[in-house]
Structure formats: C-alpha cells, structure tokens
C-alpha cells in the first residue's frame, strides 16, 4: 500500500512538473512574442514621430519664409530632374558613332555618313552632320561650322542650370532672413515686457533657427544635383570636342 502511494505521488509531481514547464514555455514565448509586438510597434511609433516632427518642425518656421523656401526646392528639383533627364538622352556613344561614319564615309561617301548621323541623337552627332555638310566646300569651312554649332549645342546643354545656382543660393539666404526676423521678434516682446523671460524669447529665436535649418537642407540637396549636372555637362563638352578632332582628321582623309 505504501509503495503505491509512493508511486501516485511520483506520478503526481512529475505530472505537476510537465504542467509548470509547459505554462513557462508558454509564458516565455508569449512574453517574447507581447516584447516583439512591442519593439514592432515602437519602431512603427518612431518611423511615424519622425514625419509628424518633421512636419510640425516645417509649420513652426512659419508659413512665410518655410513656404518661399519649400518653393525654391520644388523649383530647383524640377528643373534638375529635366536637365538630368535631357543630358542622358544627349548621351551619345562616341567610339561607335565615329567608327559608323567612318565606315560610310568609305563605303557610300559624304551622304552616307550624312544619314549616319541624322539616324543619332545627341549634340556629337548633330555637329558630325554640320561638319559633313560643309566638307564639300574645304576643311577650313568644314571646320567653322563644327566650332560654331558646338557653341550652340554647348548653350542647349548648359540651359536653366543658372537658374539652379540661383535657388542654392536663395534658399540659405532666406533662412538667414527668417532668423535675422526671429531675433528681432524676440528682442520685441522683450523691450515690451521689460523683462528677460526665457519664455518670451524662446519662440522668435526657435523659429529663427528652423528657417535657417531648412533653408541650408534645401541647398545642400540642390547643390548636390548641380554638381552632378555640371560634372555631366563636362563630360558630353569633352566627347564634342574630341569627336569634332576626329571628324576633321576623317575629313582630311577622305579629301586625299
């Protein structure tokens, strides 16, 4: 009787000790899933605070100096986005256009080559065209229009990208302005409480040094846009002036 006891007493605690280990696996898994949950929700909350400061941060500058500035952005972006979309297509692959009016040009002649470079886009092979209308004449009027038309291409190239400089160097200006108004807002509430209280001036100079933040943010990522603009511009100026080298030396060439 006794050793059956003992073994419904065994059996019992080994039963208890399954339950306990199963409810705290269970609760150490929904404690790490409540945690994960969490964290998630968290992350989520941050991502979000981060737009809804941003934007809270924008209505505090003020709608008149934030709204000048968020316009020089607009603007500058807009125009960068088409230069960069105008300067690729004005990409031209220079080593394979010369090669193809090289080929015509000994195979079908002057309009062959001609057709060459009416099938291309791109300023390399409108000046090719221009030069090559001009080769029945000699090298030296072959030459004069190549170096006038590059002008012009290099004028299409290079079109609106002022206006970009201009927004870079407004949009900080602006934000200059807009703190030199804070701070005269706030030296105006203190002459007219007649008493320096943190409160009254905290506002001006908060607003002064978010028009300035935001007016440099709007420079910086404009600026970086007419870097690569101008270093794109270089580029395609370069391949002109090279390939109108070339398209004389085949010219030359081709006269003998």
Request: aromatic letters at 6%.
């Amino acid at each position: 009787m006794k050793r059956l006891f003992s073994i419904l007493a065994i059996t019992c605690l080994m039963a208890i000790g399954t339950v306990n280990a199963n409810a705290t696996t269970a609760f150490a898994s929904a404690t790490a899933t409540v945690t994960s949950v969490t964290q998630d929700e968290v992350t989520a909350s941050e991502d979000l605070s981060f737009h809804q400061e941003l934007k809270k941060r924008f209505i505090e500058g003020g709608p008149g100096f934030m709204g000048i500035v968020l316009l020089c952005l607009i603007l500058g972006l807009a125009i960068a986005i088409e230069r960069i979309i105008f300067l690729n297509l004005s990409t031209t692959n220079t080593k394979k256009l010369t090669q193809n009016v090289e080929d015509a040009l000994n195979s079908g002649g002057i309009e062959a080559a001609k057709e060459v470079c009416r099938n291309t886009k791109g300023p390399v092979a409108s000046i090719f065209y221009q030069g090559l209308d001009r080769a029945d004449e000699d090298i030296d009027a072959a030459e004069k229009a190549v170096v006038a038309y590059g002008g012009v291409q290099m004028g299409q190239l290079e079109k609106n990208v002022s206006w970009i400089s201009l927004f870079i160097a407004l949009a900080p200006m602006l934000g200059f302005m807009g703190t030199v108004i804070g701070m005269i807002q706030a030296f105006d509430k203190i002459e007219a409480a007649g008493d320096m209280q943190p409160s009254l001036v905290a506002g001006g100079i908060k607003v002064a040094l978010l028009t300035t933040v935001f007016g440099l943010i709007v420079a910086i990522i404009l600026q970086i846009f007419y870097n690569y603009i101008i270093a794109k511009i270089d580029s395609i100026v370069n391949d002109m002036e090279d390939a109108s080298i070339t398209l004389m030396d085949l010219l030359v060439r081709h006269k003998k």
